[in-house]
């Protein structure tokens, strides 16, 4: 069977949940090979082992240095040298230039905000405020797929075991040509990551301030992460790290909740495949309403604490 390579994310040697549900998909295609860029790969060894990698690439963290090029040059080299059946990439927006910059090197092609790829690398997107399902597949070369997180269930595998491979990469100077200068860690909070977590709470305009404590109560009280619209960080209410959207982050949690957001096509973009959507607006004709699983047409500051309260006490 051939390889699948799947480019981990990880975080001080902690893999990202996001790459136990890539090696989820990638064993349905063949023999998943993690890539693993940097250090630390001794933490991570075991989870990616549980889910199923049967090989570990580990590449020097000087690849890290740049901005992205590099780690394109690693995997379409990996891809060509192993004869990979595809790459799978998680859909973050680093990781969908990557992917780009792959797809251009292999001469294939790329398939972004994935929600679902079978056997075959044919990939399920969902478009249009999530009303249409559409199919799509790459049909030169290997493909390369960059997948949502949240969208594949993680399974483990049963009796899986990595071999570490250490991998060589001779960064072209093309490749050097952007740098990174500093990384600055964003603080992290009790909450869980954004782009990870099972339940998202966001909040929109109609919050009408930086009190965000309508939306964070409600979101603590489900264990849930925070998000924005962008009128809110443009506001300059929330910071911009939780904006969800376009040109924001994408999630695809099992519960999405909506305080106060119109749900322009902007907004949709990144939330729209979200399992189970829940609407509070005070304006019946919102569009969030036409997205919604559950929608309740109210103000946010008197359905948003009542709803807290409730969880609270269960
Ligand atoms: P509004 O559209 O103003 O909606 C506020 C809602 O709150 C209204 O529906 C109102 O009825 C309701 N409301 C008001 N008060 C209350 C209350 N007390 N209780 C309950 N409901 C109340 N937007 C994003 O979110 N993410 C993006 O990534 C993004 N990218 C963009 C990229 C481009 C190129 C462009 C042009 C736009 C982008 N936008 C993005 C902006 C997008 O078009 C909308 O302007 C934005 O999503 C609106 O945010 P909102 O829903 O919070 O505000």
């Known amino acids: 069977m051939a390889e699948v390579l799947v480019l ?13 549900e890539l090696l989820t998909a990638a064993r349905r295609i063949g023999e998943p090979a993690a890539v693993w860029v940097g250090d630390g790969v001794e933490s991570g060894r075991a989870a990616l082992a549980e889910f199923g990698a049967e090989k570990v690439y580990v590449a020097p963290a000087e690849v890290n240095d740049y901005v992205v090029a590099p780690k394109a040059e690693l995997l379409a ?3 060509q040298e192993k004869g990979a059946a595809a790459i799978l990439v998680s859909a973050t927006a680093e990781n969908k230039e990557i992917a780009g910059r792959t797809a251009v090197k292999l001469g294939s092609g790329v398939l972004t905000d994935v929600v679902d790829v079978n056997a075959e690398v044919v990939t399920e997107h969902s478009v249009f405020g999530g009303a ?7 049909t030169t070369g290997v493909p390369v797929v960059a997948v949502r997180p949240n969208s594949v269930v993680p399974e483990a595998a049963v009796g899986a075991a990595a071999a570490e491979e250490a991998v060589a990469v001779e960064i072209s100077d093309a490749a050097k040509t952007a740098r990174v200068v500093e990384r600055v860690a964003q603080e992290k909070g009790a909450r869980p990551e954004l782009t990870e977590a099972a339940i998202v709470v966001s909040g929109g305009r109609g919050v009408g301030s930086d009190d965000f404590s309508v939306v964070e109560n409600l979101a603590d009280s489900l264990g849930a992460a925070v998000g924005a619209s962008r009128a809110v960080v443009d506001s300059g209410w929330y910071p911009n790290q939780f904006q969800v959207g376009q ?3 994408t999630v695809s ?6 305080l106060g957001i119109s749900g322009a096509i902007q907004h949709r973009a990144g939330m729209q495949t979200s399992k189970n959507i829940v609407a509070v607006n005070k304006d019946p004709e919102a569009p969030i309403f036409e997205l919604a699983d559950f929608g309740v047409v109210g103000d946010l ?3 948003a604490p009542q709803l807290t309260e409730e969880i609270n006490k269960r």
């Open 8 to 20: 981990v994310d990880h975080v001080d040697g902690q893999v990202k949940k996001v790459t136990t």
């Open 253 to 258: 949690p099992n519960l999405y909740v909506a």
């Open 77 to 79: 080299k990996l891809a």
């Open 132 to 138: 249409t399902v559409t199919h799509a597949r790459v």
């Open 247 to 249: 040109t924001g982050k």
């Open 301 to 303: 500051h008197t359905v």
